[in-house]
C-alpha cells in the first residue's frame, strides 16, 4: 500500500497516515474485546467520522491561517481526529465523534505553530497530534459521555452528569502526565551520560535510516546522496 502511494507522489509521513487511518479501525473497535456487532459499528463509525471532520477542520483552518493548503496540517488533522476520538469513541454519540474531531483539527494547527516557534525538535508533530489532542480526547469524554452509548458508563457534562467525570479524566490527564515526565526524565538522563541523545550533523542530514540501519527508508532520496 505505501508502495503504491508513493509512486503517486506520496512520501513518508503521508503513506504512514493513511496506514493510521485504516489500522484505527483495528485497534479502536478492536478494544471491545468482544464479538459485540452494535458496539464495534458504533465505534467505527465514530472513529472514521472523527477523523474526517478532523482533516477537513485542520485543512481549513492552514489555508485560512497561512495561506496555502498545507498537506503536513491536512494529515495530522487527520491523525489529530483519530487521536481525540479513541478514548471517547464508545461512550460518545455519533455528532458528539464530528464535534471532537473538527476540534482537534482546530487545536493541531495551532499547536504545531506554537511548538515550531518554541524550536521544540518535533519534524512530525507528534506532540501536537498525540500529546495536545490525547489530553483533549480524554477530556472529551467528561463533556460528550453518555450512558446511552455502547459503552455505557456516567454521563458527561452536558448530559447532566455535572463535573464529575470530567474531574475524573482530568486527575487522570494530570497523573499521567507526572509520571510519564518524571519516568522519561529519568530514562532520558541515564541515556544521555551513558550513550548521549544526538548523532553527528552528518547523519542527521543523511538520514537514521542509513547511520542507524543501514538501509534507505525511501528509496531515490536525493538527501542520501549529499
Known amino acids: 500500500m505505501a508502495g503504491g502511494l508513493r509512486f503517486l507522489g506520496f512520501r513518508g509521513i503521508d503513506c504512514r497516515s493513511f496506514c493510521w487511518w485504516l489500522g484505527w479501525f483495528g485497534f479502536n473497535p478492536g478494544s471491545t474485546m468482544a464479538a459485540d456487532p452494535g458496539a464495534i459499528a458504533h465505534i467505527?463509525?465514530?472513529t472514521n467520522l472523527a477523523c474526517a471532520a478532523g482533516l477537513l477542520?485542520?485543512?481549513i483552518l492552514a489555508w485560512v491561517w497561512l495561506g496555502k493548503p498545507d498537506f503536513s496540517m491536512t494529515v495530522n488533522g487527520a491523525l489529530s481526529g483519530l487521536v481525540a476520538i479513541t478514548a471517547p469513541c464508545a461512550f460518545v454519540e455519533v455528532w458528539a465523534s464530528l464535534v471532537i474531531g473538527l476540534i482537534a483539527g482546530l487545536l493541531v494547527v495551532p499547536a504545531v505553530v506554537c511548538f515550531d516557534r518554541l524550536k521544540i525538535d518535533d519534524p512530525v508533530g507528534a506532540l501536537s497530534v498525540h500529546l495536545?489532542?490525547?489530553i483533549w480526547g480524554t477530556l472529551?469524554?467528561?463533556l460528550f459521555a453518555t450512558s446511552s452509548a455502547p459503552g455505557g458508563g456516567p454521563d458527561g457534562l452536558f448530559y447532566g452528569g455535572g463535573f464529575g467525570s470530567l474531574w475524573a479524566q482530568f486527575v487522570g490527564v494530570?497523573?499521567?502526565g507526572v509520571f510519564t515526565m518524571a519516568l522519561s526524565l529519568i530514562v532520558w538522563s541515564i541515556i544521555k551520560q551513558i550513550w548521549g541523545l544526538r548523532v553527528s550533523p552528518e547523519d542527521e542530514l543523511r538520514g537514521l535510516d542509513l547511520s542507524e540501519m543501514?538501509?534507505?527508508a525511501y528509496a531515490g532520496d536525493p538527501m542520501h546522496d549529499r
Request: charged residues 5%.
Open 44 to 46: 467505527v463509525v465514530t
Open 57 to 59: 477542520s485542520a485543512t
Open 132 to 134: 495536545v489532542n490525547g
Open 140 to 142: 472529551s469524554i467528561g
Open 174 to 176: 494530570v497523573a499521567v
Open 214 to 216: 543501514g538501509m534507505e
